[in-house]
């Protein structure tokens, strides 16, 4: 009996072994065919090792698949992937890109307003959401979101813009100015800054 049991371990540990060596490879070819842009062999690298209950390997398809244009595929992929792991920020973020190649912003918003339930002050959502509410001239909304991410990051330069162009739109150009001269410290040859500078 004993033996029968160490027989079966062994074999599972060597049959671990040998997937986990599989798939270390595919991840490794995988990598150069996506520096040369060609997604298609990329995939069907990863395609050979493929595992449903594999978080890792549905995040990297599902980047590959976006890559290649596959967007519905793409968020299948994504979509696995925070089955697997509910509270990973990076299968959610990653979901967003098919999402919004897909225009489909509704979900967008649904997306990230769960990623800050979970991180409230994640940079790169609030960022996205400031812009977003920005782009349908929502500024109030906009600027809630931008003002959050200046406070933590005052010198950023993509939010002091943004609230100078969100400042102007709701009239307040006094509130504009200071943080358009911050941007423009940031980045003294941009054009759209000093732009913005003259109409005040």
Known sequence: MKQLQLSLMLTFIVAYSFGQTNISKAFSESYPHEYNKDYAKAITAMDKVYIASSYEINLRLGWLTYLNGDYLKSQTYYKNAMKLMPNSIEAKLGYAYPTGALEN????????????????????????????????????????FAEKINKQYPFDYAMNLL???????????????????????????SAEVLGLLKTL
């Open 163 to 189: 609230l100078g162009k969100v400042n102007i739109s709701l009239g307040n150009l006094t509130l504009a100015k200071p943080h358009l001269n911050k941007a423009l410290l940031y980045n003294p040859s």
């Open 105 to 144: 912003w509704e979900d967008i918003i649904k997306l990230y307003n769960a990623i800050l339930s979970i991180d409230v002050n994640n940079y790169t959502v609030n960022t996205r959401m400031a812009q977003i509410y920005y782009s349908r001239k929502d500024f109030k909304k906009a600027k809630s």
